[in-house]
Nanobody
Framework: VQLQASGGGLVQAGGSLRLSCTASARTFSTSSVGWFRQAPGKEREFVAVISWLGHSASYADSVRGRFDISRDNAKNTVYLQMNSLKPEDTAVYYC????????????????WGQGTLVTVSS
């Protein structure tokens, strides 16, 4: 399965962006999908994850209440709506998928997208 992340860009603090993660295979609809991010000089960290039917989701404490993850399995796409962005949200954002129940561990994911850069200016 190949993933294509898009929607990144430059935004001022307090602004919003919506990231998209589109998959090449229909098996995506039975995969849990997570968003992770990596800032310069830092390790990749968990942001949000959604179950394969979209009934369950989990968020990192740093984004809870500001970010919302959703999916449209008919379009093989998962979204990350990011509101009230802060400079510390600046990072390359990656989407990743795995079969089975979702986790927050990067090592549990089977396939990854190429990443999209989000830059939040102060």
């Amino acid at each position: 399965v190949q993933l294509q992340a898009s929607g990144g860009g430059l935004v001022q603090a307090g602004g919003s962006l919506r990231l998209s993660c589109t998959a090449s295979a229909r098996t995506f609809s039975t995969s849990s999908v997570g968003w992770f991010r990596q800032a310069p000089g830092k390790e990749r960290e968990f942001v949000a994850v959604i179950s394969w039917l979209g009934h369950s989701a989990s968020y990192a404490d740093s984004v809870r209440g500001r970010f919302d993850i959703s999916r449209d399995n008919a379009k093989n796409t998962v979204y990350l709506q990011m509101n009230s962005l802060k400079p510390e949200d600046t990072a390359v954002y990656y989407c990743a998928g795995r079969s089975g129940w979702y986790t927050t561990k990067t090592s549990d994911y089977d396939y990854w997208g190429q990443g999209t850069l989000v830059t939040v200016s102060s």
